[in-house]
């Protein structure tokens, strides 16, 4: 049975892999993932303001930045809460790529074109073998269009694309007023994987200091039921790979993935909550339900339920969204 799978241009074994996460930062689990049998090992982002503050020596150097920029710097993090900075994560990318066999693919995070996107190139001189972009902007200016939230979006990945050799993923976030279309203008740039979807952050209020409180919560498999409509949408429609991120919990959620689309599929929560070894167990549950399904490649499978094959996809959801509706009985 072939279970090997072509993500950003790379040849893997298997579409299974750790996705952005700080299991990353120890070697030693690092190790367990691959002896897990990660086909590839994603590393969590390192911040546009991250870059931007160590490179500012002198109060100047921020001030030469836009006003709103330099005050936002404040709002930060100081350096010393990050477990790697800026050139501790290059060293990271050489020390993992000295301690595993597999790819190694870099995260950055940032939201605005500017000079950080030179170390991308020192992420490729460090090593990595891809480099996955998580473009975080949330849309809070009333007077800011969409059209320029796109473009901001646009400008950042083609000028990625244009400082490095190696392949550059795309991490999308949900709330795109079309998600199909920046997709699509990403694929023409081109990039060369999606990743569906950044998982944003929902703040909470403590109602007794009166203050708001950035929280995260683990993902389970009701999540990935966005991912899915989205894979299986944009499947056939862009020549970039896919992957899916967020909502894999089980072998189950793993085959529906790679059904609607997905190259690649990324796990985070499921190995925070189960341990690095859970990967292995999505593997081999994938692989027996394939042997008893009679499937003989991951190729076979992945995009076999996709709306390539639909003449009008719009339609077809919106005959699904009339029969959920209908079906609920009081």
């Not at 473009?135 to 400082?163: F, M, S, W």
């Not at 929560?269 to 593997?283: C, F, Q, T, V």
């Not at 027996?288 to 639909?310: N, P, R, V």
Request: proline share 5%; hydrophobic share 45%.
């Amino acid at each position: 049975m072939d279970l090997s799978t072509t993500y950003l241009g790379l040849k893997l074994a298997h579409p299974f892999m750790p996705g952005a996460s700080p299991l990353v930062d120890d070697l030693g689990i690092v190790k367990r993932l691959e002896d897990a049998g990660a086909s590839a090992i994603v590393m969590h982002s390192v911040f546009e303001e991250q870059i931007l503050r160590e490179g500012a020596s002198t109060l100047e150097a921020l001030e030469g930045t836009s006003e709103s920029f330099a005050e936002a710097l404040t709002f930060f993090p100081k350096a010393d809460e990050f477990r790697l900075g800026p050139d501790q994560y290059l060293e990271q990318i050489r020390k993992i790529k000295e301690c595993v066999a597999v790819p190694v693919i870099a995260s950055l995070n940032g939201c605005t074109p500017s000079g950080w996107i030179e170390y991308a190139k020192q992420i490729q001189q460090a090593g990595a073998d891809a480099l996955e972009l998580n473009i975080y902007i949330l849309a809070t200016n009333p007077h800011e269009t969409g059209e320029t939230i796109e473009k901001r979006t646009l400008d950042i990945a083609r000028q990625v694309k244009k400082a490095v050799t190696i392949p550059v993923a795309v991490k999308l976030s949900v709330f795109y007023s079309s998600v199909a279309n920046i997709a699509k203008k990403l694929d023409e740039i081109p990039v060369d994987g999606l990743v569906l979807f950044n998982r944003f952050y929902q703040p909470d209020i403590d109602i007794e200091n009166l203050e708001v409180e950035p929280t995260l919560h683990l993902s389970d498999s009701s999540e990935l039921l966005l991912r899915l409509r989205w894979l299986a949408i944009l499947y056939g429609n862009v020549k970039a790979s896919l992957a899916v991120s967020g909502g894999v919990h089980t072998p189950a959620d793993a085959i529906k993935a790679l059904m609607a689309g997905a190259s690649a599929v990324q796990l985070v929560s499921a190995l925070l909550k189960n341990g690095p070894d859970y990967l292995a167990r999505i593997r081999e549950g994938v692989k027996a339900w394939m042997e008893e399904h009679e499937y003989e490649s991951i190729t076979q499978m992945i995009g076999s339920i996709s709306l390539q094959k639909c003449s009008n996809p719009a339609a077809f959801e919106r005959a699904n969204y009339m029969r959920v509706l209908q079906s609920y009985k009081l």
